[in-house]
T-cell receptor, first 110, second 114 residues
Framework: QKEVEQNSGPLSVPEGAIASLNCTYS??????FFWYRQYSGKSPELIMS????GDKEDGRFTAQLNKASQYVSLLIRDSQPSDSATYLC??????????FGKGTMLLVSP | EPEVTQTPSHQVTQMGQEVILRCVPI?????FYWYRQILGQKVEFLVS????????KSEIFDDQFSVERPDGSNFTLKIRSTKLEDSAMYFC????????????FGPGTRLTVL
């Protein structure tokens, strides 16, 4: 069974702080990794993709990948109340299928 | 910015009825997908479609499900005889290329089976 694991949260951070979201995956052949944001009742919105070990930065978001540890994370700097959502980690083995984790709920308090 | 669209936004049906969910993928994308999310659960892959045929499907995608690209823009998911457990959000997604590429999701159709 190919699993993607995330802490369900909620992760509570004050406005302006750094939020750190983590994800582990079980399938070693996984090749690409994505973070989606999902507001309640809405669809997943792609915010970051990462394909190789290391860090990838895009604005306030940084994705980190460590394939040896089968670990991917998302850092959100200067968190805003509008960042409050569920963050979904998704993993692709190189075929069509995205395997999603259950998501981590992030709450950013003003 | 191009986006995936889906209709209807909400579909209510009686158990045993057929439903068709519709999607218009992003225009230059070649790979199309259906996912579903039961309330409170994770997003689950159903099927992928490329070059007018299914490229991959999950165990969920049994004989009650079918997909079609009836014209150059629409992509549909048909459920032949709905069950109560088919109640979920159904998301269509598309990607420019397959494999590792980013998939972009539509707003979803909430299916309620009574």
């Amino acid at each position: 069974q190919k699993e993607v694991e995330q802490n369900s949260g909620p992760l509570s951070v004050p406005e302006g702080a750094i939020a750190s979201l983590n994800c582990t995956y079980s399938d070693r052949v996984s090749q690409s990794f994505f973070w989606y944001r999902q507001y309640s009742g809405k669809s997943p919105e792609l915010i970051m993709s990462i394909y190789s070990n290391g860090d990838k930065e895009d604005g306030r978001f940084t994705a980190q990948l460590n394939k040896a540890s089968q670990y991917v994370s998302l850092l959100i700097r200067d968190s805003q109340p509008s960042d409050s959502a569920t963050y979904l980690c998704a993993v692709n083995r190189g075929y069509s299928t995205l395997t999603f984790g259950k998501g981590t709920m992030l709450l950013v308090s003003p | 910015e191009p986006e995936v669209t889906q209709t209807p936004s909400h579909q209510v049906t009686q158990m045993g009825q057929e439903v068709i969910l519709r999607c218009v993928p992003i225009s230059n994308h070649l790979y199309f997908y259906w996912y579903r999310q039961i309330l409170g659960q994770k997003v689950e892959f159903l099927v992928s479609f490329y070059n007018n045929e299914i490229s991959e499907k999950s165990e969920i995608f049994d004989d009650q499900f079918s997909v079609e690209r009836p014209d150059g823009s629409n992509f549909t998911l048909k459920i032949r005889s709905t069950k109560l457990e088919d109640s979920a959000m159904y998301f269509c997604a598309s990607s420019e290329r397959g494999g590792y590429n980013e998939q972009f999701f539509g707003p979803g159709t909430r299916l309620t089976v009574l």
